[in-house]
């Protein structure tokens, strides 16, 4: 199993170049992945190749495009680039995307977003691997004129979805190479998530799914504090009925329950719970949430688990 983190720089300073330093400092601690999420800021693609570019060995991805609001063709010309640049160490991950975000920020229907999403995977697939795509679907069309090979991405994207529900885990396991669960304690990866993905990836004749567990947590000593702070900040994701649906599988209420926090070997027991539970690979997010020294402190104890 491998350990990453997702970076997320905040403050006043280039984004850019934050970031580097940032993922310079996760290899050093001995992360083996960072991983980067996508809202209307930066371009997370274009942010992975240049990390990955700065970072030699790293693994770098994507958590995660939407679905809504992109098209196949861009997204490939971006992840093929991502790809090609780190010399085959970029991983795409894409998404559902949420109706709220969807319709305030793209001002487009959020209308059958598993029917879209497995259109676009089809579609996808066909695009990283053989530079070309002949798609008419009743969502979706792709097709090449001119090819759409990036030269140095010739061994292809790896394909993930941050899927949960029943129709997208299907999906997911149909047509793509794995999933990046969020806010998904161990029970519900063990007995909902992870048996759904890999029956469906069984039933389509494909490899055992990677399953990329991401975790929100940090190693500190002020566990109510943070907690109370986490609280706040995943509320967000509790008007979501996923992540709302994963949380209660998961046995909580609020999505912070999920969240991992303590010392340590809280935190230890916690990721060994997710191997347990059939994650082949567990990524922190929000480590930066009690600052610099609890987030150094966690990308230690990580590089320790990752080794």
């Not at 990390?51 to 098209?71: D, E, K, M, N």
């Not at 947590?217 to 008007?239: I, N, S, W």
């Not at 347990?276 to 020294?293: I, L, P, Q, R, Y």
Request: glycine share 10%.
């Amino acid at each position: 199993m491998t350990v990453g983190a997702a970076l997320n720089t905040t403050g006043p300073d280039n984004q850019i170049d934050a970031t580097v330093r940032l993922a310079e400092e996760a290899a050093a601690a001995g992360l083996r992945s960072v991983w980067f999420g996508q809202t209307f800021g930066a371009d997370s693609p274009q942010l992975a190749a240049i990390v990955g570019r700065a970072v030699p060995g790293l693994q770098v991805g994507t958590s995660a495009i939407p679905v809504f609001g992109r098209h196949p063709l861009t997204v490939s010309s971006q992840a093929q680039t991502a790809q090609a640049a780190t010399h085959g160490r970029y991983h795409l991950g894409l998404a559902l995307g949420t109706k709220l975000l969807t319709e305030a920020g793209f001002g487009i229907p959020f209308e059958r977003p598993v029917a879209r999403l497995r259109e676009f995977l089809i579609a996808l697939r066909q695009l990283t691997e053989t530079g070309s795509a002949d798609f008419h679907g009743e969502l979706l069309t792709a097709t090449t004129p001119i090819p759409a090979r990036v030269p140095g991405a010739e061994v292809g994207v790896p394909l993930l979805v941050a899927a949960m529900g029943p129709q997208a885990l299907r999906a997911s396991g149909e047509l793509a190479d794995g999933i990046l669960p969020y806010l998904a304690g161990p029970r519900a990866l063990a007995e909902h998530i992870v048996p759904a993905v890999t029956a469906a990836a069984e039933a389509a004749g494909r490899p055992a799914p990677r399953i990329v567990a991401l975790v929100h947590g940090v190693v500190t000593d002020d566990v109510d504090a943070v907690r109370e702070t986490v609280t706040e900040q995943l509320a967000f994701y509790e008007q979501i009925p996923s992540y709302a649906r994963a949380v209660a599988l998961s046995g909580g209420t609020r999505a912070a329950d999920v969240a991992v926090i303590g010392d340590e070997k809280t935190v230890a027991a916690e990721v060994r719970r997710y191997r347990d539970a059939g994650a082949t690979e567990v990524v922190f997010s929000g480590t930066e949430v009690a600052g610099d020294a609890d987030r150094r402190r966690t990308w230690a104890l990580l590089g320790e688990l990752a080794g």
